[in-house]
């Protein structure tokens, strides 16, 4: 299964951007990338997902490299709220995450100052 | 508003029981899962459902059972066979298990404690 890595940890102030980076270098040309969020205590939340162009919805935008090995969910304007362990997950035929449920690494946590 | 209910948000089991911890969905979906949450991990699949009357088994499913009998519900019960059942559990749905370009929707989980 392709694999993805996300930094541990970021820390960001309330009020400025956010970019977090995921790396997908073995990603096949059907995997859809997804991001998920999960704050404390609580199920995961969908944030967005895409598959070859930029996405924007309500919440964030996901940026995709050229190449889609790799990709950076931006948070235009980072609250208190979004302080949450981040997921990127890819989802595809030779990747999973289809019937057999997804594959969770252990994600970014982001911290966001006041 | 649409969405997955699990029950009871924290559930205790003494030694020896066997609990059962409920998902019910008003999406409309096909597919059902339920995942395992230790403290600082990723989820891990226990079971999944693709269609009523059908489940397979994830990754960890030993010591765990499951039933769907309805397209809406998908209980998973912890029995006595699980010697370390202390975790958050998370119920998800999707519309279809193969279509990719498709989010799961997750509850808001269940904490399992053993008195």
């Given at each position: 299964?392709?694999?993805?890595?996300q930094?541990?940890?970021?820390?960001?102030n309330?009020?400025?951007?956010?970019?977090?980076?995921?790396?997908?270098?073995?990603?096949?040309?059907?995997?859809?990338?997804h991001?998920?969020?999960?704050?404390?205590?609580?199920?995961?939340?969908?944030?967005?997902?895409?598959?070859?162009?930029?996405?924007?919805?309500?919440?964030a935008?996901?940026?995709?490299?050229?190449?889609?090995?790799?990709s950076?969910?931006?948070?235009?304007?980072?609250?208190?709220?979004?302080?949450?362990?981040?997921?990127c997950?890819?989802?595809?035929?030779?990747?999973?995450?289809?019937?057999?449920?997804?594959?969770?690494?252990?994600?970014?946590h982001?911290?966001?100052?006041? | 508003?649409?969405?997955?209910?699990?029950?009871?948000?924290?559930?205790?089991?003494?030694?020896?029981?066997?609990?059962?911890?409920?998902?019910?969905?008003?999406l409309?979906?096909?597919?059902?899962?339920?995942?395992?949450?230790?403290?600082?991990?990723?989820?891990r699949?226990?079971?999944?459902?693709?269609i009523?009357?059908?489940?397979?088994k994830?990754?960890?499913?030993?010591?765990y059972?499951?039933?769907?009998?309805?397209?809406?519900?998908?209980?998973?019960?912890?029995?006595?066979?699980?010697k370390?059942?202390?975790?958050?559990?998370?119920?998800?749905?999707?519309?279809?298990?193969?279509?990719?370009?498709?989010?799961?929707?997750f509850?808001?989980?269940?904490?399992?404690?053993?008195l």
């Amino acid at each position: 299964d392709a694999k993805t890595t996300q930094p541990n940890s970021m820390e960001s102030n309330e009020e400025e951007p956010v970019h977090l980076p995921c790396n997908h270098s073995t990603i096949s040309g059907t995997d859809y990338i997804h991001w998920y969020r999960q704050l404390p205590s609580q199920g995961p939340e969908y944030v967005i997902h895409g598959l070859t162009s930029n996405v924007n919805n309500r919440m964030a935008s996901l940026a995709i490299a050229e190449d889609r090995k790799s990709s950076t969910l931006i948070l235009h304007r980072a609250t208190l709220r979004d302080a949450a362990v981040y997921y990127c997950i890819l989802r595809g035929l030779y990747s999973g995450g289809g019937a057999d449920g997804l594959t969770f690494g252990k994600g970014t946590h982001l911290i966001i100052q006041p | 508003d649409g969405g997955i209910t699990q029950s009871p948000k924290y559930l205790f089991r003494k030694e020896g029981q066997n609990v059962t911890l409920s998902c019910e969905q008003n999406l409309n979906h096909d597919a059902m899962y339920w995942y395992r949450q230790d403290p600082g991990q990723g989820l891990r699949l226990i079971y999944y459902s693709q269609i009523v009357n059908d489940f397979q088994k994830g990754d960890i499913a030993e010591g765990y059972s499951v039933s769907r009998e309805k397209k809406e519900s998908f209980p998973l019960t912890v029995t006595s066979a699980q010697k370390n059942p202390t975790a958050f559990y998370l119920c998800a749905s999707s519309i279809g298990g193969f279509d990719y370009n498709q989010p799961q929707h997750f509850g808001d989980g269940t904490r399992l404690s053993i008195l």
